[in-house]
């Protein structure tokens, strides 16, 4: 069993940054792709950006490429989503997920893809 936290959600001004953790218990972390998703209010939940799980390599929806950073630290067990000029968009419940998929060095994006979900942290940004 793997259990996921995210934690660092909150309410943030527009333009501003916000660093989303996600923490594992009972699994190594870097043993599977991690995938981080929202959902907006009303919404499907939809993918924000990756981490394969060997490389690594990173992915990310073209709605933030450029703006958030998808890192891990193995020591930790922690993935991280760095969030920057974030916008009121942006709003959503994100969780992250950990999936093992066959090939290491990819990405996965499709939300069946990924077997384990932590609870979801809320981030709300004004304008």
């Known amino acids: 069993q793997m259990q996921l936290v995210e934690s660092g959600g909150g309410l943030v001004q527009a333009g501003g940054s916000v660093r989303l953790s996600c923490s594992s218990s009972g699994r190594s972390i870097v043993t599977f792709a991690i995938g981080w998703f929202r959902q907006p209010p009303g919404q499907e939940r939809e993918f924000v950006a990756g981490v394969s799980r060997s490389g690594p390599i990173t992915s990310y929806a073209d709605s933030v490429k450029g703006r958030f950073t998808v890192s891990r630290d193995s020591a930790k067990n922690t993935v991280y989503l760095q969030m920057n000029s974030l916008k009121p968009e942006d709003t959503a419940v994100y969780y992250c997920?950990?999936?093992?998929?066959?090939?290491?060095?990819?990405?996965?994006?499709?939300?069946?893809?990924?077997?384990?979900w932590g609870q979801g942290t809320q981030v709300t940004v004004s304008s």
């Open positions: 997920a950990a999936a093992v998929g066959s090939y290491g060095g990819v990405v996965y994006r499709v939300k069946s893809d990924y077997i384990y």
